[in-house]
């Protein structure tokens, strides 16, 4: 079994910086790409920030120049790091990571059990 913890949601005024962390555990083999995605009030799903093994990274138009993400393999964690937080970043914010795992799991993706970011005006 593989888990995913996040930590560092919370409320924030706008402007505001907050560090989001995930932390994978269980039967891991390695970890292939990771991310962060968001669910706003009302609206759907969508993808943050993504980063491969590699360290090659992607980010939503909205957050880019504000948003930083990263990772540490040696300890299985994906970051994100938000400035200039904005009232619209307001959502659950949810890490995911494409595991390959051992006994027989495979690959595939696992979720996060998701942490609320607030931003208030």
């Known amino acids: 079994q593989v888990q995913l913890v996040e930590s560092g949601g919370g409320l924030v005024e706008a402007g505001g910086s907050l560090r989001l962390s995930c932390a994978a555990s269980?039967?891991?083999?390695?970890?292939?790409?990771m991310g962060w995605y968001r669910r706003a009030p009302g609206k759907q799903r969508e993808l943050v920030a993504s980063?491969?093994?590699?360290?090659?990274?992607m980010y939503a138009d909205s957050v880019k120049g504000r948003f930083t993400i990263s990772r540490d393999n040696a300890k299985n964690t994906v970051y994100l790091q938000m400035v200039s937080l904005k009232p619209e970043d307001t959502a659950v914010y949810y890490c995911?990571?494409?595991?390959?795992?051992?006994?027989?799991?495979?690959?595939?993706?696992?979720w996060g059990q998701g942490t609320q970011v607030t931003v208030s005006s």
């Open positions: 269980g039967s891991i083999i390695s970890i292939n790409a």
């Open positions: 995911n990571a494409n595991v390959w795992a051992a006994q027989g799991a495979g690959v595939r993706d696992y």
């Open positions: 980063v491969t093994r590699g360290g090659s990274t």
